[in-house]
Structure formats: structure tokens, C-alpha cells
């Protein structure tokens, strides 16, 4: 009797807590958005399955927690502590990524440098809210609305908030459909919404295989505290424009991102157990990242209507929202939203330029923000 | 310690200030290097193409120097398109994708071919068959 009574008190059923409960709801939503309404499948999935393997109670101290460091979890856990798992998807990501549209018209970029804005906003915000600044950095690298950025920055500087960072980031990279539009109805008219871009010109080949190695000396030149996630970035890329490492670059951008996609999602998505995720600075965090993000879209399409002040050949102010670095979401929300205006206008390609550049500026953000805080 | 204080103690409008100066100055930087690395590719390959017609008499013909080329090629009209791009579409058959078409005019060295297609949807020279299959329009007088 004794045997099973002792038996009972370690199982969930006996162990579970509220917040325990709450979080694998959590769990649940997201595996429901990531499934049913098909938002960011390959990360709301790995992230809820994880939130819910996380959250089933257990006995501490025999190694089965993520926090336990014997554990299983633990261990897989370690390539998000160590900001190996981002640097891996950056590596996929470079060798997904074609700069092409980028190189046709490089005042692009500058959107996703203005998209940057928004971390700066929230770093300040998130400081004023009370948080010391290795946690205000982490939060607000949010803005950059890159989930591999945001776990790596925090893993340096607060690893006690990945948890929160992570599915706050991620969170609101799935819901980008929610989000942007609004914020890009309200800063743009309609006249401008419609404006159609320009052909871009032929880029050669030698370009695209010259711009990886120009980018990562400038870039980590300035910010060397990025070199972890666009060393890889740039690497993945040259792979795929060199011509002579085709095997290499398909193996970047297949298995290997989607391993480390894997990991990744279902250790931060475990890494949120209750007792530990359900503070008041996870609300905090929530509340700052949904402000980041939406001062990072606003900050885009401000500056892209500041822009056409001065070009001759205007550019569509919508292209400012896809300076974020959620790739490819933010490009697609845009495309479709210029769409929306005059379904024979394709804007796709070069949001995709932005985007590439926002996945460039929110990488050097976070090696600026690495280095003020060493 | 909140607000303004908090901001103020942590150093944070610096941060702020120097951290946004920081990325855009970087990606500034960057925007004016590449917008200048074709211009830099030509400018060599220009200066290799000039060594080689130093050493042999004969023009040497490099692929940037055809690119060169085919910007002056911008400006032509849409019957001279019509009559570059008709032998191409002939070759692919009655009907083809677009894609075949651009491969095959990028193959022959043809001045932009997305443009050239583009120009050549718009007047009606290609036009759908459905699924992403198009079909040529012209009659043979074109």
C-alpha cells in the first residue's frame, strides 16, 4: 500500500501545479496556430510540443528536467545556452538566402537598418520599466523580430530569460499577419501603397559571390560581437553563390537548419516550465516585445517615406515593414498587403531585399548590444 | 530604480543613441560598397579585357563587357523584342514555359531577358495557356 501511495505522489496528476496547467495550454495554442491555421508551422510545432514535454510535472532530482543538469534535455538544451543552434540556423539561412534583389537596389538596405529602431526603443523602455540592462538588451533585441538573434543575445547576457524571450520572439514572428498590416494601413496611404517598383537590373555572378565576403569584413569589422551568427550567415551564403559547393550549401539549407530548427524549438519551447516561465517578467517581456516589434515596423515605414522625399525613382513606403528580419513572414505580409491595393503588383522580391538586410542589421544590433554590455 | 532615472543611470540614452548610429552608419557603409561593386567588377574587367587587346589584336569579349553592351540595348522597341525573341519561341515549340524561354535568351546573350519577357507579355506577343504555359502570339509578319 505504502508502494502505491508512494508511487501516486510522484506522478503528474499528484504534482501538478497551476502553472503548470497554464503552460501546457500554452503548449496547446501553439501547436493548434502552428497546425490548424498554419502559422510558422516549422516553429510554433517544435516550440509546443516542447512547452508541453517541459511542463508534465515531475519528480525533481532524477535528472529528467531541463534545468537538471544530468538530464537528456539538459544536454540538448546546451546549443541554446552556448548560442550553437542560432549560429547553425544562420549558416542555413546564408545558404537560403539570395542577395540578388539586394545588390539590383541597395538603398534596400537602409530599410532594414531603420527597422533596427525598434530594439533601441524597447532598450530604453525596458530600462525604464526596471530591468537591468543585460535583460533590457535581451528584450529588446526582440525588435529585430529574429528568433535565432533573440536566443543567442540572451543566452550571452540573461540566459535566466530565454525562455520568455524565445517564444515572445517567436510568438510574434507567427503572428505577423496580425500585427503589420494594421501598423502599415495606418502609416501609409493608398496612393502610396500602390506605387510599383521599378524592374531590377541583371546582377552578375561575380557580385554574389564578392558580397558575402565584403559583407561579413565590414559588418564584423564594426560589430566583431556578431561574428557567431553572420560568420555563419555569410559562410552559408558564399556555399551557395561560389558555384563549386552546391552538395555543401543544399546540406546547409536543408538538413542542417532543420536540425538545428528542431532543437532548438523543442528546448526553448521545454526550457519554459511553469515555476519558472510564469513570472511577472515574462509579462513584462510580453508586453515590451509586442512594443518592439511594432516600433520596428512603424520605424521601416517612416523611413521608407522619408526616403522617397529625396529618390527620383520612388519606392514603395510598404517595403519598410519587411526591414525586419523575419524572414520570409514580413515579406510576404507586405507583399500580399500591396496585393490587397492592386493585385499586379509584385512586391515579394524586393522585400525579401529588406528582409535580408534586417536579418544583417539585427545581427549587428546584437553584436553592439553584446559589446556596451561587456 | 524606474523611468528616466533608471535610463539616465544605466546609460541608456548612449546606448540607445550610439547603438542606432552604430548599425546605420555600418549598413550605410555596406549600401555604398555594393552599390558600387559592379561598377568596380566592370571597371576590371574593362581593364583586363584593354591588357587583352593589347597583347592580341583581336577584340576579347568578356561576359560583364556583353552586359555593358546589352544596357545600351535597353531602349529597343517592341518589334525589335518581337524579332529577337520569335526564332527562340519557335525553337520551344507551340507552347513552352516561361522559364525555357528566359534560359534560352539568357543562353543566346540576349539584353534582359526578364524585361524583354515582361515587355513581351505586355504587348500580347506571349500570352497564357494556363498552369504557368504560355504560347506565341505573333504572326509571322511581326
Not at chain 1, 80 to 95: E, N, Q, R
Not at chain 1, 104 to 117: F, I, N, S
Not at chain 1, 183 to 211: A, G, Q
Not at chain 1, 217 to 231: H, K, Q, R, T, V
Request: aromatic share 10%.
Amino acid at each position: 500500500m505504502d508502494l502505491l501511495i508512494q508511487f501516486l505522489t510522484n506522478t503528474g496528476y499528484y504534482l501538478a501545479d497551476y502553472r503548470n496547467i497554464i503552460m501546457l495550454f500554452v503548449g496547446g495554442l501553439f501547436l493548434y496556430l502552428g497546425t490548424a491555421k498554419g502559422y510558422e508551422p516549422l516553429l510554433l510545432i517544435p516550440i509546443g510540443f516542447g512547452v508541453l514535454v517541459g511542463n508534465v510535472p515531475f519528480f525533481k532530482g532524477f535528472g529528467l528536467g531541463i534545468y537538471e543538469s544530468n538530464s537528456v534535455l539538459h544536454y540538448l538544451y546546451f546549443g541554446v545556452t552556448t548560442g550553437l543552434y542560432p549560429s547553425i540556423v544562420f549558416l542555413g539561412l546564408g545558404a537560403m538566402t539570395d542577395f540578388s534583389a539586394l545588390l539590383a537596389r541597395p538603398v534596400l538596405m537602409l530599410l532594414g537598418a531603420a527597422a533596427q529602431m525598434g530594439i533601441f526603443f524597447t532598450l530604453i523602455s525596458a530600462l525604464a520599466l526596471g530591468f537591468l540592462p543585460k535583460e533590457a538588451a535581451s528584450i529588446a533585441i526582440i525588435g529585430g523580430a529574429d528568433g535565432p538573434t533573440s536566443i543567442f543575445l540572451t543566452a550571452k547576457l540573461a540566459p535566466h530569460l530565454i525562455g520568455p524571450i524565445a517564444i515572445a520572439a517567436y510568438s510574434y514572428m507567427a503572428l505577423i499577419p496580425v500585427i503589420q498590416p494594421p501598423i502599415m494601413r495606418l502609416l501609409t496611404t493608398r496612393k502610396e501603397r500602390l506605387i510599383r517598383m521599378s524592374d531590377l537590373r541583371e546582377v552578375s555572378k561575380k557580385e554574389k559571390i564578392i558580397f558575402p565576403a565584403v559583407g561579413i569584413l565590414l559588418c564584423c569589422f564594426l560589430a566583431p560581437a556578431s561574428i557567431p551568427l553572420l560568420g555563419t550567415f555569410f559562410f552559408g551564403n558564399f556555399l551557395k553563390e561560389c558555384g563549386r559547393t552546391e552538395r555543401l550549401a543544399q546540406t546547409a539549407r536543408t538538413s542542417i537548419i532543420d536540425i538545428a530548427t528542431i532543437f532548438l524549438g523543442f528546448t526553448v519551447g521545454a526550457s519554459t516550465q511553469g515555476d519558472v516561465f510564469l513570472t511577472p517578467k515574462s509579462v513584462g517581456i510580453f508586453c515590451l516585445g509586442a512594443v518592439a516589434f511594432s516600433i520596428a515596423t512603424a520605424s521601416g515605414l517612416i523611413f521608407a517615406k522619408i526616403l522617397n522625399l529625396f529618390l527620383k525613382d520612388k519606392i514603395n513606403p510598404l517595403l519598410g515593414a519587411s526591414g525586419v528580419s523575419a524572414v520570409p513572414g514580413s515579406a510576404r505580409e507586405v507583399h500580399l498587403v500591396g496585393q490587397r491595393e492592386d493585385p499586379t503588383n509584385f512586391l515579394l522580391m524586393h522585400a525579401m531585399a529588406c528582409n535580408s538586410s534586417g536579418v544583417i542589421g539585427s545581427a549587428i544590433c546584437a553584436g553592439i548590444l553584446w559589446s556596451f554590455m561587456v | 530604480m524606474y523611468g528616466f532615472e533608471a535610463i539616465t543611470h544605466y546609460n541608456g540614452w548612449a546606448m540607445a543613441l550610439a547603438g542606432s548610429l552604430i548599425v546605420f552608419s555600418g549598413l550605410v557603409v555596406l549600401t555604398t560598397v555594393i552599390s558600387q561593386l559592379h561598377k568596380v567588377l566592370l571597371f576590371f574587367e574593362n581593364g583586363v579585357a584593354s591588357l587583352n587587346n593589347k597583347k592580341s589584336s583581336t577584340p576579347a569579349r568578356t561576359t560583364d563587357t556583353k552586359n555593358a553592351e546589352a544596357e545600351t540595348l535597353q531602349d529597343l522597341d517592341i518589334n525589335q523584342i518581337i524579332s529577337l525573341y520569335r526564332p527562340l519561341a519557335d525553337k520551344l515549340g507551340e507552347s513552352f514555359e516561361l522559364t525555357q524561354l528566359y534560359e534560352t535568351s539568357q543562353s543566346k546573350g540576349l539584353p534582359h531577358p526578364h524585361l524583354s519577357i515582361k515587355e513581351l507579355r505586355q504587348s500580347a506577343a506571349l500570352l497564357p495557356l494556363g498552369d504557368g504555359i504560355f504560347y506565341w502570339n505573333q504572326p509571322d509578319e511581326n
